[in-house]
Protein backbone atom coordinates (compact mmCIF):
# COMPACT_ATOMS: atom_id res chain seq x y z
CA UNK A 1 0.00 0.00 0.00
CA UNK A 2 1.13 3.23 -0.77
CA UNK A 3 2.03 6.18 1.79
CA UNK A 4 0.92 9.40 1.58
CA UNK A 5 2.43 12.10 2.68
CA UNK A 6 0.34 15.02 4.69
CA UNK A 7 0.43 18.30 3.67
CA UNK A 8 2.66 20.85 6.08
CA UNK A 9 1.17 23.81 7.49
CA UNK A 10 3.12 27.06 5.52
CA UNK A 11 2.62 29.27 8.53
CA UNK A 12 3.32 27.31 11.40
CA UNK A 13 6.24 25.01 10.02
CA UNK A 14 9.44 26.77 10.78
CA UNK A 15 9.05 27.39 14.80
CA UNK A 16 8.28 23.29 15.04
CA UNK A 17 10.86 21.94 12.26
CA UNK A 18 13.92 24.42 13.95
CA UNK A 19 13.29 23.48 17.44
CA UNK A 20 14.32 19.86 16.40
CA UNK A 21 16.84 21.54 13.90
CA UNK A 22 18.66 23.42 16.96
CA UNK A 23 18.48 20.32 19.16
CA UNK A 24 19.72 17.83 16.38
CA UNK A 25 22.77 20.27 15.75
CA UNK A 26 23.64 20.19 19.31
CA UNK A 27 23.87 16.67 18.88
CA UNK A 28 25.93 16.64 15.56
CA UNK A 29 28.65 19.22 17.54
CA UNK A 30 28.73 16.78 19.79
CA UNK A 31 29.12 13.75 17.96
CA UNK A 32 31.81 15.05 15.77
CA UNK A 33 33.97 16.38 18.65
CA UNK A 34 33.75 12.54 20.18
CA UNK A 35 34.35 11.00 16.79
CA UNK A 36 37.28 13.23 16.61
CA UNK A 37 38.89 12.53 20.07
CA UNK A 38 38.24 9.31 19.61
CA UNK A 39 40.15 9.20 16.54
CA UNK A 40 42.98 11.36 18.08
CA UNK A 41 43.11 9.10 21.50
CA UNK A 42 43.89 6.16 19.05
CA UNK A 43 46.46 7.78 17.00
CA UNK A 44 48.44 9.15 20.01
CA UNK A 45 48.07 6.32 22.20
CA UNK A 46 48.67 3.17 19.70
CA UNK A 47 50.58 4.80 16.64
CA UNK A 48 48.88 2.24 14.63
CA UNK A 49 47.79 2.52 10.88
CA UNK A 50 45.95 -1.08 11.51
CA UNK A 51 44.00 0.43 14.68
CA UNK A 52 42.67 3.40 12.92
CA UNK A 53 42.19 1.43 9.69
CA UNK A 54 40.04 -0.56 12.06
CA UNK A 55 38.06 2.00 13.43
CA UNK A 56 36.96 3.30 9.88
CA UNK A 57 35.82 0.14 9.18
CA UNK A 58 34.09 -0.67 12.10
CA UNK A 59 32.03 2.89 11.78
CA UNK A 60 31.54 1.47 7.57
CA UNK A 61 30.15 -1.92 8.90
CA UNK A 62 26.98 -1.01 9.89
CA UNK A 63 25.72 1.05 7.37
CA UNK A 64 27.13 -1.35 4.77
CA UNK A 65 25.35 -4.37 6.03
CA UNK A 66 22.30 -2.82 7.63
CA UNK A 67 21.98 0.00 5.70
CA UNK A 68 19.41 -1.42 3.13
CA UNK A 69 17.55 -2.67 5.98
CA UNK A 70 16.90 0.29 8.01
CA UNK A 71 15.30 2.58 5.16
CA UNK A 72 12.47 -0.03 5.15
CA UNK A 73 12.23 0.10 8.78
CA UNK A 74 12.10 3.35 9.25
CA UNK A 75 9.56 4.14 6.62
CA UNK A 76 7.07 2.02 8.54
CA UNK A 77 8.31 3.18 12.47
CA UNK A 78 7.75 6.47 14.46
CA UNK A 79 10.26 8.29 13.15
CA UNK A 80 10.13 10.95 16.45
CA UNK A 81 10.86 7.57 18.44
CA UNK A 82 13.41 6.47 16.00
CA UNK A 83 15.32 9.53 16.81
CA UNK A 84 14.69 9.43 20.46
CA UNK A 85 16.07 6.28 20.70
CA UNK A 86 19.03 6.30 18.64
CA UNK A 87 20.05 9.44 20.67
CA UNK A 88 19.47 7.96 23.73
CA UNK A 89 21.24 5.05 22.64
CA UNK A 90 24.24 6.84 21.55
CA UNK A 91 24.38 9.13 25.03
CA UNK A 92 24.17 5.48 27.19
CA UNK A 93 26.69 4.12 24.96
CA UNK A 94 28.97 7.42 25.86
CA UNK A 95 28.37 6.98 29.61
CA UNK A 96 29.91 3.72 29.12
CA UNK A 97 32.57 4.67 27.72
CA UNK A 98 33.28 7.56 29.89
CA UNK A 99 33.28 5.59 32.74
CA UNK A 100 35.83 2.80 31.42
CA UNK A 101 38.02 5.60 30.34
CA UNK A 102 37.26 7.09 33.93
CA UNK A 103 38.31 3.87 35.82
CA UNK A 104 40.99 3.86 33.43
CA UNK A 105 40.12 0.36 32.25
CA UNK A 106 39.93 1.41 28.52
CA UNK A 107 40.97 -0.95 25.98
CA UNK A 108 41.42 -0.51 22.21
CA UNK A 109 37.84 -2.91 21.76
CA UNK A 110 35.55 -0.59 24.18
CA UNK A 111 36.59 1.95 21.39
CA UNK A 112 35.70 -0.19 18.77
CA UNK A 113 32.71 -1.34 20.13
CA UNK A 114 30.84 1.90 21.22
CA UNK A 115 32.27 2.94 17.64
CA UNK A 116 29.91 -0.05 16.28
CA UNK A 117 27.03 1.08 18.63
CA UNK A 118 26.92 4.66 17.31
CA UNK A 119 27.24 4.15 13.92
CA UNK A 120 24.50 1.57 14.65
CA UNK A 121 22.93 4.29 16.30
CA UNK A 122 23.26 6.71 13.60
CA UNK A 123 22.53 4.70 10.75
CA UNK A 124 18.96 4.75 12.26
CA UNK A 125 18.73 8.46 12.96
CA UNK A 126 19.55 9.82 9.53
CA UNK A 127 17.09 8.66 7.51
CA UNK A 128 14.27 9.15 10.37
CA UNK A 129 15.56 12.79 10.19
CA UNK A 130 15.61 13.05 6.07
CA UNK A 131 12.03 11.64 6.08
CA UNK A 132 10.77 13.86 8.70
CA UNK A 133 12.44 16.81 6.65
CA UNK A 134 9.89 16.20 4.02
CA UNK A 135 7.25 15.89 6.54
CA UNK A 136 7.88 18.85 7.91
CA UNK A 137 8.90 21.20 6.00
CA UNK A 138 6.51 22.87 2.84
CA UNK A 139 7.79 21.43 -0.40
CA UNK A 140 8.60 24.99 -1.64
CA UNK A 141 11.11 25.17 1.44
CA UNK A 142 12.69 21.96 1.05
CA UNK A 143 16.06 23.04 -1.20
CA UNK A 144 16.96 25.94 1.50
CA UNK A 145 16.72 23.43 4.46
CA UNK A 146 18.63 20.93 2.33
CA UNK A 147 21.55 23.46 1.72
CA UNK A 148 21.07 24.55 5.25
CA UNK A 149 22.17 21.01 6.47
CA UNK A 150 24.53 20.52 4.20
CA UNK A 151 26.21 23.97 6.18
CA UNK A 152 25.80 22.66 8.98
CA UNK A 153 27.64 19.64 8.58
CA UNK A 154 30.83 21.70 6.61
CA UNK A 155 30.52 23.96 9.94
CA UNK A 156 31.08 21.52 12.23
CA UNK A 157 33.05 19.45 10.22
CA UNK A 158 35.35 22.63 10.88
CA UNK A 159 34.50 24.30 14.17
CA UNK A 160 34.82 20.60 16.08
CA UNK A 161 38.25 19.41 15.31
CA UNK A 162 39.55 22.32 16.17
CA UNK A 163 37.59 22.66 19.48
CA UNK A 164 38.26 19.00 20.44
CA UNK A 165 41.89 19.53 19.82
CA UNK A 166 42.23 22.01 22.38
CA UNK A 167 39.85 20.60 25.25
CA UNK A 168 41.86 17.20 24.78
CA UNK A 169 45.00 19.48 26.28
CA UNK A 170 42.51 21.07 29.02
CA UNK A 171 40.53 18.04 30.27
CA UNK A 172 40.15 14.56 30.45
CA UNK A 173 38.95 12.45 27.47
CA UNK A 174 36.04 11.44 29.93
CA UNK A 175 35.29 14.94 30.39
CA UNK A 176 35.03 15.43 26.86
CA UNK A 177 32.38 12.18 26.56
CA UNK A 178 30.60 13.80 28.32
CA UNK A 179 29.86 16.77 25.93
CA UNK A 180 28.05 14.44 23.81
CA UNK A 181 26.28 13.08 26.39
CA UNK A 182 24.36 16.95 27.06
CA UNK A 183 23.98 17.55 23.50
CA UNK A 184 22.29 14.37 22.68
CA UNK A 185 19.93 14.90 25.84
CA UNK A 186 19.05 18.47 24.15
CA UNK A 187 18.27 16.86 20.79
CA UNK A 188 16.14 14.25 22.69
CA UNK A 189 14.38 17.05 24.46
CA UNK A 190 13.52 19.11 21.57
CA UNK A 191 11.92 16.27 20.21
CA UNK A 192 9.88 15.52 23.20
CA UNK A 193 7.84 18.42 22.92
CA UNK A 194 7.47 18.88 18.76
CA UNK A 195 5.18 16.06 16.86
CA UNK A 196 6.27 14.67 13.69
CA UNK A 197 3.98 13.96 11.08
CA UNK A 198 3.78 10.57 9.79
CA UNK A 199 2.78 9.13 6.75
CA UNK A 200 -0.96 8.28 6.19
Same mark, same amino acid.
Given at each position: ?????????????????????????? $?????????????????????????????????????????????? =???????????? =???? @??????????????????????????????????? @???????? $??? =??????? =??????????????MNII?????????????????????????????????????????
Amino acid at each position: MSQTLPEVESKNWKASFFTVWVGQAF $SLFGSTLVDFALVWYLTKTTGSATVLALSTLVVLLPRIVFGPFIGA =LVDRWDRRLVMI =LADS @FVAMAIVALAGIFWIDRIAVWHIYLIMFIRALAEG @FHFPAMQA $STS =LMVPKEH =LSRIAGLNQALNGAMNIIAPPVGALLMTLIPIYAILSIDVVTAMVAVTTLFFIPIPQPV
